[in-house]
């Protein structure tokens, strides 16, 4: 495995991506949504590169090695010389489709070689949580990591990458085949939880409606205060931890749109009617560890092998981290050491099973880290 990792800065990047010089045969690309001359890049490496695989989205900020950046592509260029790699796409009409969606992907790369998945979503078209479930339902076994497309902190337009074209509303799947593929991942958060647990008594798949018999909206307004009048960006800075029963492990969850009319979230995966759900707020050091954490993870069997980390995390750490924000990917850096190339993006969405032995879920707010290469 080689792996060659360039930031692509406007109007500079026709300099920038001259010095490729690997017959890569994967492009990863996190795509600024700013970045005005994308089409024309997805053209260069077309053109350069026939037979390889395009895959990409856009991006609430761009990581390149330990670097955070805005109004750049971070591409990551891959050569694979043992594993087989096969690529699969789905256009979606509405959130309504992401399941069967999730199961098209998963039975199109299906096969009994089949090692891992690697998802890129839309970011504000598709259910994640439902997605997910749908892949899982036809692969168990197979381990699955990705993320959700972004915008900034805009909420407006997302997109994907899919070989020549920028477009939304769509969902791409990468199969990884065969036994000469090592892949680590994890995912983890930092936040820490305050306030009582309430039972969610009313809601529709990713919709809450109503918190122990109360307005959903009228009740976290109520923990808000002046931040209640920037919903539904402030929303970032208070996801909900959610447990589906007393004995399951917290997910994270991020408020995407609020409805004053029907007193209403409605958030980036599903809130079940019968969860329970505590308020969370930002502890930056926590914040940091977790991102350590989730390196140590995905990295411990790998040893020293690890090529590529590939790191989503979220737009809400983003904006809580601010300034700081390279510094969770310097404690990635830290963990995994100088070796491996580092991409990846900030997203509104992660995809990732906690640890090796957890099954693949949705998660906000995380710092979600796939490692790989070739053995």
């Not at 593929?181 to 409606?209: A, C, H, M, P, Q």
Request: hydrophobic letters at 40%.
């Amino acid at each position: 495995m080689n792996v060659q990792q360039i930031s692509l800065q406007q109007d500079k990047w026709l300099e920038n991506i001259s010095i490729l010089n690997i017959e890569a045969n994967i492009f990863l690309l996190f795509v600024s949504p700013s970045f005005s001359q994308k089409k024309e890049v997805l053209d260069f490496i077309n053109n350069k590169y026939p037979e390889a695989i395009i895959m990409g989205c856009s991006t609430a900020g761009e990581i390149s090695d330990i670097t955070v950046k805005d109004g750049t592509i971070s591409l990551t260029a891959i050569q694979l010389d043992k594993v087989v790699c096969k690529k699969a796409s789905i256009e979606i009409i509405d959130m309504e489709c992401s399941y069967k969606s999730g199961q098209y992907l998963a039975k199109t790369l299906y096969n009994e070689d089949l090692r891992h998945v690697l998802v890129l979503s839309d970011g504000l078209n598709v259910n994640g949580a439902d997605l997910v479930s749908g892949l899982k339902s036809i692969v168990p076994n197979v381990s699955i990591t990705g993320g959700l497309a972004a915008d900034g902190s805009d909420f407006n337009k997302t997109f994907v990458i899919n070989g020549d074209k920028i477009v939304d509303k769509t969902i791409i799947a990468l199969g990884f085949y065969g036994e000469h593929l090592k892949v680590g991942f994890s995912s983890k958060g930092g936040w820490d939880s305050f306030g009582i647990e309430r039972l969610v008594t009313k809601s529709e798949k990713n919709v809450l409606y109503e918190l122990d018999g109360l307005p959903a909206l009228e009740l976290y307004k109520s923990f808000l205060g002046k931040q209640a009048d920037n919903l539904p960006s402030s929303g970032l800075l208070f996801p909900l931890s959610m447990r589906l029963d007393k004995d399951s492990t917290p997910v994270v969850r991020t408020i995407l749109a609020v409805d004053e009319e029907n007193q209403s979230l409605t958030f980036a995966g599903n809130i079940p009617k019968g969860a329970y759900v505590r308020l969370m707020k930002a502890n930056i050091d926590r914040l940091i560890d977790g991102a350590a954490d989730s390196a140590i993870g995905a990295n411990k069997e790998q040893e020293k092998n690890t090529e590529l980390a590939i790191l989503i995390s979220c737009v809400g750490r983003r904006l809580v981290l601010k300034q700081l924000v390279e510094e969770e990917v310097e404690a990635v850096r830290e963990v995994i050491g100088e070796k491996p190339s580092i991409t990846g993006f900030y997203s509104y969405g992660e995809i990732a099973p906690f640890g090796e032995f957890s099954p693949c879920e949705l998660h906000n707010q995380t710092m979600t880290i796939t490692t790989l290469s070739e053995c």
